[in-house]
């Protein structure tokens, strides 16, 4: 029986360089639709069910983050809903081998977790019935798609107003599935921390910054090519209309809190990192800005603040960036989250890694070291 590849669905990517043998095919990671950034893969293979398969990436010493293959490991689901990890998933440096027996005909293989854009779809219908929030309309993307933020309570002059926004890189897709949890808990009528934060703030919530490139299965672009966490300081209309809409969103609204959700390539943790390099910036936000991060590692004890980016890493473009730019613009709390494609090196799990079911629960932990946040102002 022979091998067939496939990725021609939401989110899919990948390019077949021979599937004749299911002990020797090899693919090659497709860069971004209009961009040379490359990583994310994700695609289905029939025919291997009870098979020793053995997929070799052959160009993943080329791609964009080449040491992020380092102690990686494949994910894989039958059914797109329950994914698990591939043991034997080894990086020589310049090629990445996957190797496992299906127990199934058909599987799909993936970087991580996708969240397609049904799934999406359905997250904005679900909310929108919630009689505490409401869907409303930020604009549309470069191909024409819906650009939606989920509001969470009153919009009144004297409350807190706090943004959170994920997938500007759309193959950073635990940063919607922590948006997800974190609505499921701030939706639960049942819930105290949600039922405070609901009349303490209004929430502006942008589950999908990017879903052009969600569905065209790019790693970091638009379906212009634009890194659109490198155009906020001058978003064009034309190239990142997605970043012009949410800024102007927030001008009428005002912010006070700031959290752009992401996901990293290499580093094995989850961690933040904020606005203290920026120059002049006060001492009472910088005092905020870590008592933040304490109240986060309070809740969820897969946050931490030992590992993360050198003060330094984004000197050049610093107000490219959406937190840089937003922190000094509102003078408020403006923070980057991510969380990790691996896993997390402090609480490891050898079944699943950092998963969606993660993400999602660090999203509901989240709303606790807000409502303090929020609280102590």
């Not at 091998?3 to 599937?19: K, L, M, N, P, Q």
């Amino acid at each position: 029986m022979s091998i067939r590849i496939s990725s021609h669905f939401d989110s899919g990517a990948i390019d077949v360089v021979e599937a004749t043998h299911a002990e020797a095919v090899r693919v090659r990671i497709r860069r971004d639709s209009h961009a040379e950034f490359r990583q994310w893969f994700y695609f289905r293979m029939q025919g291997g069910d009870g098979r020793n398969c053995r997929i070799v990436v052959d160009n993943a010493g080329e791609c964009t983050y080449a040491e992020g293959w380092r102690d990686y490991r494949a994910l894989a689901s039958y059914d797109r809903k329950t994914w698990f990890r591939i043991p034997q998933t080894d990086y020589d440096g310049q090629t990445l081998t996957i190797s496992f027996t299906p127990a199934q005909d058909s599987v799909y293989l993936a970087y991580f977790e996708p969240y397609s854009w049904e799934r999406h779809l359905d997250l904005l219908g679900w909310a929108d019935a919630s009689p505490w929030a409401r869907v409303t309309d930020l604009g549309s993307t470069v191909e024409g798609r819906d650009l939606n933020a989920i509001v969470v309570g009153a919009s009144h002059d004297n409350r807190q107003q706090v943004w959170l926004i994920a997938r500007q890189h759309p193959g950073e897709t635990m940063a919607e599935w922590f948006i997800e949890g974190l609505l499921e808990r701030l939706l639960d009528g049942a819930d105290p921390v949600a039922r405070r934060l609901r009349t303490a703030a209004t929430l502006h919530i942008v589950p999908n910054m990017n879903p052009d490139g969600s569905v065209r299965g790019n790693l970091r672009t638009n379906a212009a090519g634009a890194n659109l966490n490198r155009e906020w300081l001058a978003p064009d209309r034309a190239r990142s209309p997605e970043v012009a809409a949410v800024r102007a969103a927030m001008a009428a609204s005002g912010v006070h809190f700031f959290l752009d959700v992401h996901g990293d390539e290499t580093l094995p943790y989850v961690f933040a990192d904020g606005c203290t390099m920026l120059p002049d910036r006060p001492a009472l936000l910088r005092a905020a800005e870590h008592a933040f991060l304490d109240r986060f590692r309070a809740a969820s004890p897969d946050f931490q603040t030992r590992h993360g980016y050198a003060p330094d890493r984004f000197s050049d473009e610093l107000y490219t960036l959406a937190s840089k730019w937003v922190g000094r613009q509102f003078g408020c709390v403006a923070l980057t989250l991510e969380m990790p494609f691996k896993d997390n090196a402090d609480l490891p799990d050898g079944q699943y890694g950092w998963s969606a079911a993660r993400s999602k629960r660090l999203g509901a932990a989240f709303l606790e070291a807000l409502l303090a946040q929020l609280d102590s102002a």
